[in-house]
């Protein structure tokens, strides 16, 4: 038998083999694992805007750029990959035809010579980006890597590079014997081939072919190790980007039914959707970098959360998920601040398990004494605080003309006040001063006085879905008998789940209101349309903290930014701004609970950002909690002499 | 018509507690107003040297083996039969774990009216008036004391426990116990308190927590504070519930009376049950942000502020005081 | 066995209490009613002895307003039977009328331990607990934190004051005054809460009689006086502080 005909048999049984273990293995995970999960309907619809995601997010590599030089490595990478797939290709057909022609080129493919030109540099760009990525793993080691699996790591990355290599010196000896119609074409294969030119031809024949069985040996084996790993995002990647969840962040999935079970206990209890998250997160780590609870305590990492998550669904369920695949205390650790869903470049959703996971821990009162004392109250309160809600207005009792009673007589703004706001000893003045703006600007507003409750954002994230379910009823009940156009609030917590939440919990049946605004949104209409004008200019140098749930989940910036420059501030961004704004911590119900052991609280690291800023004295916020949590890391860090946090209304008060 | 008051008195291992004498002093003030003898009722085994410093007319004793315990049932049995033969205008009982077990239940047994958190006992215009206090403090009810024959269960506050001691040894008279086989309630064995912790009915300066530390992790805040005034932190029972503080830390009804020089009152309301057992210290300073809470009734000095705000700020400016001293 | 536990509503302390106009009530406009804290913990020992196969939990309660939430709620928890007894309760009767209405109907039950609070902030004519038990002839042991089952008999930790415990032997049947549950009331997710609203059976039975006879006649509801109030220091935390060390210095402890 000749070399030739051995050779094609061979790559016929490897192909074999290696496509029927990965096809095996994919079909274990994607097929047999995913149809064990629950339905996600979120998944489909809106074909148009999943189109345009593949192809700004994966073959534009979108999020990838958030961290620079890593992402233009991968974006080199995932081109060079793209492209080089041709050559691959071509090298499988040349082994599996060999017994017809050693040098079986496939049409067109393997003969197009602006096709190899490119494939020859891209094959160069990938050694260099495989070099720095190694350096990267290898030297740097940096913190986000922390937990991934490192050695995985650093073999994939060898595999590809060995694929490199091993494709460039197939290539130039080929091109040194002569074989390549095309050399002319490959100059980096040609530089490859060099160091072996003066070898005699059987020689470079041998190195030539070993270079071809490494070659194929190292992808093959690559491609059964494929559904294993952190590798497997090579396959989900585009699929998890296509039927990525397009609600807006703010609205949660209503919880199904109750049949008994409250959450997630177990992993075939999650949707399938959510499951594909799970085989899709490559470990890079973005996500732990920009965790507030991470940086504080390293307790949650939502990277880790998801490599625990998929490590239970491969060995199907064999381990209970909660405490022994995720444990209590990571779950409550989240302030569900979307740090992480924000920056994951394959759009991977941390949030939305966690608080699925949370609703079984709360339907089995696994939680603080604290925490369980908050719901309690809220249940029977309304409001955090404990407080009676005959009392949730108090706070307007001095203020003059007397707020209209949305209840009793139509108003175009229905001010939304919330709980923190309404009842917080140190937030009142901020609530009455918001109030005096509001009557300086002319504005036809009213509040719901003791018919207003919590708004519920925050239980429902806390995983109690039932309380929430009355607290929406009750705050609906209220409204509906309201005659308003526009729901105006402070709290972005409030306004997040107003505006995203509450008309879903209505079932469309009952048309809430035109828009729901954040009072930096309404102040900022207010100044440009010269309804509020200002009698002096501030000259104060300050900077400004994105709230997590007017910022990162709903994507408004630019109108507190405006409101600030009107007053005649001067702003000065901290180095995590907009998106990367960090948490204070309170979210996610954790204000609620008691706060165990901490490195560094999330507020106190802010804090010490915004004082790092030369000339800056005052630190601006937008939400009661905020300033709450702020106010009280000033403290802490023994930061008074040098910052002052106010309100937004503050600023605007002074200014008027 | 009988126009004695009876006291109960109740007593733990050789001691007479502080309420019993308090009671003497309020059956005085009512014995005055009718004219009757102030009798204490002794129920005890081998305890006539309990009867020495009663400030009663007369000490009524019983022996029995069987009140070498506290056992509802035998001192219901016993009490019944006392009650009946006697009929005083009222009879004093202590408003709890002891007092609890038999009042009301002689109340329905006898046919008796019954009032109960009672603080005070009075006269006017001849007839005898009591005030009680309930609500966890906030309301006090005052109403005529119903009669003939009226059971009263009290709480500590009203009077001064030294009223009811007496200097001379009242005259003793011995009744005799109903049969008390076949008791229903026996006490098996006792589960002492933790040893080797504090005593704090023995500390001069405390620094005492309620439900306003919030959560465990505060009460380092306490410990330190304590630590700076040389004292040491004590808590009220929604703290020893959770578990933040040992059970040999409770300050109340259920745990130590305290007698402090200096008694800080940290984020406590000042429930009934709490401060019944803080009165003989003597100065307390009470900090919560409810301007209403009852504590502030009975502490000298007060403030609305945030203690867990206060804790580090008073702890370091007490250290600065010391280092200069 | 039987585990029955009577449960009643108090005064919720969060509201402002308000006399009304004749000075010796509360005025029922201002009440808002809330289940007995010491009741939530005596409901809570009964389900953890059922959880340990003690048998089942029947709730007992007199029909007032908003009564049906903390029936809903015991059997959210466990309970296995919710029981109202309606008739004229008004805002509330005292535990003499209470006592009486509820022995008369627990004794059909064929009750074998009955648990319920020690005592509640409004009582003022004792605690409902030994009055039932005396009605039902049976034993009486209050200021109980444990309870253990036994033969015909229970285990009860008595508490008595500076933390001892005394644990008494009791004769079944009996009566407990609960302190403290073994553990915290546990909580419950508002969602099985209104599951059970919709599965769960509130029987209902005509109280007898009430009869009021036994507990004191209010002349005069008052707040305590003023005038021996705190002397109240003003102005932020630091200078609370300030004026703080000073008092302690001139007290003698600094």
Redesign the interface.
């Known amino acids: 038998m000749s070399y030739d005909l051995i050779k094609s048999i061979v790559v016929l049984i490897a192909l074999l083999v290696a496509f029927g273990v990965f096809g095996w293995r994919a079909y274990q995970s994607l097929w047999v694992n995913l149809r064990r999960g629950k339905p996600s309907p979120e998944a489909f619809g809106q074909w148009g805007e999943r189109v345009k995601g593949v192809l700004t997010y994966v073959a534009a590599q979108g999020r990838l750029f958030r961290v620079l030089i890593p992402g233009t490595a991968h974006f080199f990478i995932f081109w060079g990959f793209l492209f080089l797939s041709l050559t691959i290709l071509q090298a499988i057909a040349e082994g599996l035809f060999a017994f017809i022609d050693p040098h079986f080129k496939l049409p067109i493919v393997g003969e197009l010579g602006p096709l190899a030109l490119a494939q020859d540099f891209f094959a160069l760009f990938v050694i260099i980006a495989v070099t720095y990525a190694l350096y990267l793993r290898l030297v740097v080691n940096p913190e986000r890597y922390k937990g991934s699996h490192k050695s995985q790591g650093v073999m994939v990355l060898a595999f590809i590079m060995t694929i490199m290599l091993t494709l460039l010196v197939f290539n130039g000896i080929l091109i040194n014997l002569g074989k390549d119609s095309i050399a002319a074409w490959r100059p980096i294969s040609a530089l490859f081939g060099l160091p072996f030119a003066g070898l005699d031809k059987g020689a470079q024949f041998v190195v030539g072919e070993i270079a071809y069985w490494l070659h194929l040996g190292v992808v093959l084996f690559f491609l059964t190790e494929l559904p294993e790993g952190k590798h497997f995002h090579i396959v989900t990647s585009v699929p998890a980007v296509f039927l990525r969840d397009l609600d807006p962040p703010g609205r949660l999935p209503k919880?199904p039914e109750?049949d008994?079970k409250?959450g997630v206990s177990a992993i075939n209890q999650f949707r399938w959707r959510q499951m594909l998250d799970f085989y899709t997160c490559t470990e890079c780590g973005r996500c732990q970098d920009v965790c507030p609870a991470y940086a504080s305590a390293q307790i949650l990492s939502p990277k880790l959360l998801m490599m625990n998550l998929r490590e239970n669904l491969t060995r199907r369920g064999a381990q209970p998920l909660i405490p022994d695949t995720i444990s209590e205390q990571v779950l409550w650790s989240c302030t569900t601040c979307y740090a992480c869903d924000q920056e994951c470049p394959l759009f991977i959703q941390h949030i939305k398990p966690l608080v699925d996971m949370r609703r079984y821990l709360?339907?089995e009162?696994k939680?603080?004494?604290?925490l369980?004392e908050a719901?309690?109250k809220l249940?029977?309160?309304g409001n955090s605080f404990?407080?009676?809600e005959?009392n949730r207005a108090k706070w307007a009792a001095t203020v003059q003309p007397k707020i209209k009673d949305a209840r009793k007589e139509p108003v175009e703004y229905l001010w939304f006040v919330g709980d923190y706001a309404s009842y917080s000893?140190s937030v009142v003045d901020l609530t009455r001063q918001t109030a005096q703006v509001f009557q300086r600007a002319g504005l036809d507003f009213g509040i719901l006085y003791e018919g207003e409750r919590n708004s519920g954002n925050d239980v429902r994230r806390v995983g109690?879905?039932?309380?929430f379910?009355?607290l929406v009823e009750k705050n609906i009940a209220a409204m509906s008998k309201a005659n308003f156009k526009t729901i105006v609030t402070t709290d972005p917590h409030s306004y997040n789940t107003l505006k995203h939440e509450y008309p879903q919990m209505a079932n469309g049946e009952w048309r809430m209101a035109d828009s729901v605004l954040h009072y930096a949104e309404l102040l900022d209409t207010l100044i440009t349309s010269g309804k509020l004008k200002f009698s002096k200019k501030l000259n104060y140098t300050v900077t400004y903290h994105d709230p997590c749930y007017l910022g990162r989940y709903n994507g408004v910036y630019a109108a507190p930014r405006r409101v600030i420059e009107a007053t005649g501030c001067k702003l000065v961004e901290m180095p995590r701004n907009g998106d990367r704004a960090l948490c204070c911590g309170a979210g996610g119900g954790r204000i609620w609970m008691?706060?165990?052991t901490v490195k560094e609280r999330p507020s106190e690291a802010r804090i010490r950002e915004a004082a790092a800023l030369d000339g800056v004295s005052i630190f601006v916020a937008a939400c009661p909690k905020d300033i709450t949590m702020f106010r009280d890391a000033v403290?802490t860090t023994g930061s008074e002499a040098r910052l002052v946090v106010k309100d937004l209304i503050e600023l605007v008060s002074e200014a008027l | 018509m009988n126009p004695d008051i009876f006291v109960v008195v109740e007593h733990l291992r050789g001691q007479v507690s502080d309420l019993s004498y308090v009671m003497l002093a309020a059956a005085r003030a009512a014995a005055n107003a009718t004219g009757g003898k102030v009798v204490a009722v002794l129920l005890g085994h081998d305890a006539e040297a309990l009867a020495r410093d009663l400030a009663a007319d007369r000490v009524l004793y019983i022996e029995h083996a069987a009140f070498a315990d506290f056992s509802s049932d035998a001192y219901q049995r016993t009490l019944e039969n006392v009650i009946k033969e006697q009929s005083p205008r009222a009879v004093l009982f202590g408003d709890t774990t002891m007092g609890g077990d038999v009042a009301a239940w002689l109340s329905t047994h006898l046919n008796l009216p019954l009032v109960s958190a009672c603080r005070t006992l009075r006269a006017d215009a001849g007839a005898l008036k009591f005030v009680s206090q309930i609500c966890g403090g906030k309301m006090m009810a005052e109403g005529d004391l119903p009669g003939p024959t009226a059971l009263v269960m009290m709480v500590p506050g009203g009077y001064k426990p030294d009223q009811g001691h007496a200097a001379q040894p009242p005259e003793l008279v011995r009744g005799t116990a109903p049969a008390l086989d076949d008791l229903r309630v026996t006490v098996k064995e006792y589960i002492e308190p933790a040893v080797g912790d504090v005593d704090v009915s023995k500390e001069q300066v405390l620094v005492a927590i309620g439900r306003g530390i919030?959560?465990?992790?505060n009460v380092e805040l306490a410990e330190e504070l304590a630590k700076a005034l040389g004292g040491v932190v004590a808590g009220s029972r929604p703290v020893i519930d959770?578990g933040w503080l040992a059970p040999t830390r409770l300050v109340g009804k259920s745990g130590k009376a305290v007698k402090a020089k200096l008694y800080l009152a940290l984020g406590i309301s000042g429930a009934p049950e709490h401060t019944e057992a803080i009165g003989d210290s003597e100065m307390i300073v009470a900090i919560n942000?409810d301007p209403a809470a009852p504590i502030f009734d009975l502490a000298k000095f007060g403030a609305q502020v945030d203690i867990l705000?206060l804790m580090p700020v008073l702890a370091e400016k007490v250290q600065q005081a010391k280092g200069l001293a | 066995m039987n585990l029955i536990v009577p449960i009643k509503m108090v005064p919720d302390l969060?509201?402002?209490l308000v006399i009304d106009a004749s000075g010796a009530q509360l005025d029922p406009e201002a009440l808002?009613l809330?289940l007995n804290e010491l009741d939530e913990h005596a409901i809570e020992q009964a389900i953890l002895l059922k959880e340990k196969g003690a048998g089942q939990v029947t709730i007992v309660a007199p029909d007032l307003p908003d009564i049906d939430d903390a029936l809903f709620t015991a059997a959210a928890k466990g309970a296995d039977r919710l029981i109202k007894l309606t008739g004229n309760w008004g805002n509330g009767v005292n535990n003499h009328a209470l006592a009486r209405v509820m022995a008369n109907f627990i004794k059909t039950l064929r009750p074998e331990l009955i648990l319920t609070g020690v005592q509640a902030h409004n009582d003022l004519d004792g605690a409902l607990g030994p009055q039932l038990a005396e009605h039902l002839g049976m034993a009486y042991v209050g200021y109980i934190s444990g309870v253990t089952l036994a033969n015909g008999h229970v285990r009860a930790r008595k508490e008595f004051p500076g933390g001892l415990i005394a644990e008494t032997q009791v004769q079944l049947p009996a009566v407990l005054g609960i302190q403290a549950a073994e553990k915290?009331p546990?909580?419950?997710?508002?969602?099985?809460?209104?599951?059970t609203i919709k599965t769960a059976q509130i029987e209902t039975f005509p109280a007898a009689e009430l009869e009021t006879a036994g507990a004191p006649l209010v002349v005069r509801l008052f707040q305590p006086e003023a005038g021996a109030r705190a002397t109240m220091l003003e102005g932020d935390v630091d200078a609370v502080a300030t004026r703080l060390v000073e008092i302690f210095k001139e007290h003698g402890v600094l």
């Open positions: 919880a109750f008994g409250l709360v339907s009162g939680m603080d004494a604290q369980q719901l309690a249940g029977r309160y404990g407080q009676s005959r000893p109690e879905e039932g309380l379910e009355v008691e706060e165990g403290k | 919030q959560n465990q992790d959770q942000t705000d | 969060v509201e402002e808002r809330k915290p546990r909580y419950v997710p508002i969602s099985k809460v209104r599951a």
